[in-house]
């Protein structure tokens, strides 16, 4: 049922843990990995797991290609998985004991094409130091106008990702191959291609949001999201741009306006969109 994708990058250290974990579960029908030139034998150790693993771990690396990044990667993954559901695992990640078969078995899962719960967070050696329980552990306030229980009850999860990556990994998501098609795949952002996915998931698709820790995010120094908030902040600003470029229909929502009054990354929709400036942040409504 599950096709397991694996961009592989300098978690040589953590890579065998985080198959072993995918591979827990019968509703695996495959794992797929490819190393994107890690310096620190990754490779080796992603050849090896795909070696001893009966044909259900192929790895798609080609010797001697050049670094391309994770969007790269997990695109070139998809293209290849042969299974209907596509679920993304970091290399340095692990899935939480059970998580295929709570995402199968749930009621909604049926009509849904795109589907996340919740995280816990691990650090290197694999101890658990914390846990976000999606749009109800946001990582900076709401808005104080969001009623987010009742939002997130009536299945508006779009606006409140609108404000923050609550999802906080790609990790955290399972999605249908058909989905990612008709999204075009996984942008090149360094940073944030996994919450322009998202965004563009609940716009085009039927999101479900589990009440389960499905996925326990690593914590480490060399998470890439660390790297750089300018680059975040940035990367956040071109992607909301390019978003409402190709829906100008989301400048009608009034909480998807108010989301980005600035949102978590300091995003101004007044400074993007000059239709919402114009009338003061969402149709009929004043934005103090």
Not at 26 to 50: H, W
Not at 126 to 153: H, N, T, W, Y
Not at 208 to 217: D, K, S
Not at 259 to 281: C, D, K, M, R, W
Request: aromatic share 10%; net charge neutral.
């Amino acid at each position: 049922m599950f096709s397991v994708i694996v961009p592989v990058y300098n978690h040589a250290r953590f890579v065998a843990q985080a198959i072993h974990s995918a591979l827990r579960s019968p509703l695996v029908g495959e794992v797929l990995l490819v190393d994107d030139r890690s310096q620190d034998g990754s490779a080796s150790v992603a050849a090896r797991l795909a070696a001893t693993s009966s044909g259900r771990v192929r790895d798609l690396t080609v010797k001697g290609d050049s670094n391309r990044g994770a969007h790269y990667r997990l695109n070139q993954l998809v293209a290849a998985a042969t299974c209907e559901w596509i679920a993304v695992l970091n290399s340095d990640d692990v899935f939480v004991n059970g998580r295929f078969e709570a995402l199968a078995f749930d009621p909604g899962f049926g009509k849904a094409d795109f589907a996340f719960g919740h995280l816990l967070f691990i650090n290197q050696l694999g101890e658990l130091i914390g846990a976000k329980r999606g749009p109800d552990d946001p990582g900076v306030p709401f808005p104080e106008c969001f009623q987010v229980s009742q939002m997130v009850d009536g299945g508006n999860l779009l606006d409140l990702l609108a404000h923050q990556n609550y999802l906080g990994s790609t990790s955290n998501m399972v999605f249908r191959k058909s989905l990612h098609s008709r999204i075009g795949g996984f942008a090149a952002y360094r940073y944030i291609h996994d919450w322009d996915f998202a965004l563009r998931a609940m716009i085009l698709g039927e999101p479900l949001y589990v009440r389960r820790f499905l996925t326990a995010y690593r914590m480490h120094p060399g998470n890439t999201i660390s790297e750089s908030q300018r680059g975040v902040d940035a990367e956040a600003a071109a992607a909301f741009t390019r978003l409402l470029s190709d829906f100008p229909e989301l400048t009608k929502r009034p909480e998807f306006a108010r989301a980005l009054q600035p949102n978590a990354n300091g995003v101004s929709i007044l400074s993007i969109s000059p239709e919402l400036s114009n009338t003061g942040g969402a149709v009929g409504i004043s934005v103090p």
